[in-house]
């Protein structure tokens, strides 16, 4: 997927939109399981150097981020639909950020190390079935509906989610650098 620059009047016009909720019915459809692949193998890919993209990102407006938990082993990337901060504790720290939206700058941002987030997880998600699969060749597998889980989330981690969560209210990271802070990648 292409990835929505603010180089590009439209794109950037459109990155600063405020992104709506998926519906059940969308999550449990085959296009946000297609989404969900896009959106992970376009942060994973090789020309991109990112741990994390929202939605409007790709030119979609819904709330949905993918995230590398670097608090998990392996630090995957993860898909978050419908996602919010809900809790924010602690002091704010200083840290850099830079953007796939906005190609070539960096600056230190203000946030906060330690989140809640709140989420649907679609149906039939393993994490949200609290029935184990049927044994093989009897009843079939009763899949949950979608419910909304919340999670705690520390350091790093929770710096990435604060900023794709941004991007879903449409703020960018460079409106909330430390003045004098914002230069050059390269």
């Given at each position: 997927?292409?990835?929505?620059?603010?180089?590009?009047?439209?794109?950037?016009?459109?990155?600063?939109?405020?992104?709506?909720?998926?519906t059940p019915e969308m999550l449990a459809s085959p296009e946000f399981t297609a989404l969900s692949e896009l959106l992970l193998a376009t942060v994973q890919h090789p020309t991109q150097d990112g741990v994390g993209i929202a939605g409007p990102q790709v030119?979609?407006?819904?709330?949905?981020?993918?995230?590398?938990?670097?608090?998990?082993?392996?630090?995957?990337?993860?898909?978050?639909?419908?996602?919010?901060?809900?809790d924010q504790r602690g002091e704010l720290s200083s840290g850099p950020e830079g953007c796939l939206s906005v190609p070539g700058l960096r600056?230190?941002?203000?946030?906060?190390?330690?989140?809640?987030?709140?989420?649907?997880?679609p149906a039939g998600s393993p994490a949200s079935s609290s029935a184990g699969n049927s044994s093989a060749g009897r009843a079939p597998r009763i899949l949950p509906a979608p419910r909304d889980t919340t999670e705690r989330i520390q350091g790093f981690t929770a710096i990435i989610f604060q900023h794709e969560c941004d991007h879903l209210d449409g703020v960018l990271y460079i409106d909330k650098v430390i003045p004098g802070s914002l230069q050059n990648r390269d």
């Open positions: 997927m292409r990835v929505l620059t603010i180089e590009d009047a439209k794109d950037s016009l459109f990155l600063r939109q405020q992104c709506k909720d998926f030119g979609i407006s819904r709330r949905v981020v993918a995230v590398q938990r670097f608090d998990k082993p392996g630090e995957p990337f993860e898909v978050y639909p419908n996602v919010r901060i809900v600056g230190n941002v203000l946030r906060y190390r330690d989140i809640d987030i709140q989420y649907t997880l």
